[in-house]
């Protein structure tokens, strides 16, 4: 039996969480494994509740279990709470309590929803994109941070730092993940202006001298970011900083189509690991039955393939959703001419039912 601790978080994240308990529960029973679903709160139900966006108990509850499913945290009712309140920092508070420093956003266009991206068809049919992005250092976590008042101006800064041991410990991730891919590897930084990515182009190189197999390219951030509608499938394995990560990986997801169909794994090198869609909790479709719970379900499956090592089940569910597009279901953010217009839990029943 794995243990599972769920925190599904605002807005639309419970119900795209339930239909990914709804296809594991399936797989499991497929399987023949037990999946244990413990349920917690984060973001902004947490705060109403204890006052905190990410309570200890629900720390505590996630360092003792097997696996963490995430949904998605935020709410514009909670914009006007006190930067250390916001739902936001709960999710970068768990990241850095589970040390999730490696976090795998894979984009991959399948056959089925070339004609779902706003790019041509051409340009994204076959795409498969694995990109690493490190989570738990940059400017996201770098200090000296904040606003003050300088000269009787207000100032705001933030400090982009990595150090050479964070740097080498994503690097590692990213060759080994090239290793099993095609074995090209693309770094991103922006090393023609900014020093902090000078120190990840140098170790990044010296560390790719332990994997001579593998084909090393670097490109700059806002080259990168042209190149992924240009040509994108130039890419194979991306790997770059926090805050580059989290732009690149929001662009990539165009290229499938849609938000809602991203998944990604954040791992450590040690204990658990977290699986979570890239996508927000979008609070404006609360409770419509209408946001795509495919990112979530794939997140699931990913948690089944690099936590439980359950690789045969992780396809059934890639085959399980590709075979529901095929047969023409659509939510809406994919929804295109003469394809079925379906809810969320449709998607979700429609999907375990294939399993
Ligand atoms: C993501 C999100 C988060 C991030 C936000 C919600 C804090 O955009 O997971 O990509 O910036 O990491
Ligand atoms: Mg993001």
Request: charge should be negative; charged fraction near 25%; aromatic fraction near 8%.
């Amino acid at each position: 039996m794995y243990n599972i601790t769920v925190v599904a978080g605002d807005g639309t994240g419970p119900e795209v969480m339930a239909e990914a308990k709804k296809v594991l529960n399936k797989t499991g029973d497929v399987f023949g494994k037990k999946f244990q679903f413990n349920d917690y709160l984060i973001g902004g139900i947490a705060y109403e509740k204890f006052g905190t966006p990410l309570p200890d108990v629900t720390i505590k509850a996630a360092k003792d279990s097997d696996a963490v499913m995430l949904g998605a945290v935020g709410d514009w009712k909670y914009d006007t709470l006190p930067p250390e309140v916001r739902p936001e920092r709960a999710l970068l508070g768990i990241r850095k309590e589970l040390n999730l420093f490696a976090n795998l956003r894979p984009a991959i266009v399948w056959e089925e929803l070339v004609s779902s991206s706003p790019l041509k068809p051409e340009i994204v049919s076959g795409v498969d994109i694995m990109i690493i992005r490190e989570l738990t250092g940059d400017v996201y976590f770098g200090e000296p941070k904040g606003v003050e008042i300088r000269n009787g101006k207000k100032v705001g800064f933030n400090n982009m730092i990595y150090t050479e041991d964070e740097i080498r410990r994503i690097a590692h991730v990213a060759f080994k993940t090239a290793m099993v891919r095609d074995k090209k590897l693309c770094s991103v930084d922006k090393a023609n202006v900014l020093d902090v990515s000078r120190l990840w182009r140098e170790i990044v190189i010296e560390v790719s001298k332990e994997y001579p197999e593998v084909e090393l390219s670097h490109m700059y951030v806002d080259a990168a970011s042209m190149q992924l509608v240009r040509a994108p499938k130039q890419f194979s394995t991306i790997v770059t900083g926090n805050i580059f990560g989290d732009i690149l990986s929001d662009e990539a997801s165009m290229l499938a189509g849609s938000l809602g169909l991203l998944p990604s794994a954040s791992l450590s090198d040690t204990g658990v690991s977290l699986y979570e869609p890239i996508h927000g909790s979008a609070p404006d479709l609360t409770g419509q039955d209408v946001v795509n719970p495919i990112a979530t379900i794939l997140s699931g499956a990913m948690m089944l393939k690099y936590s439980f090592k359950m690789d045969e089940a992780y396809t059934k569910i890639e085959n399980a959703i590709k075979d529901v597009l095929k047969e023409g279901y659509r939510t809406k953010d994919i929804m295109s001419e003469g394809k079925i217009l379906v809810g969320t839990k449709k998607m979700g029943d429609l999907i375990a039912s294939k399993i």
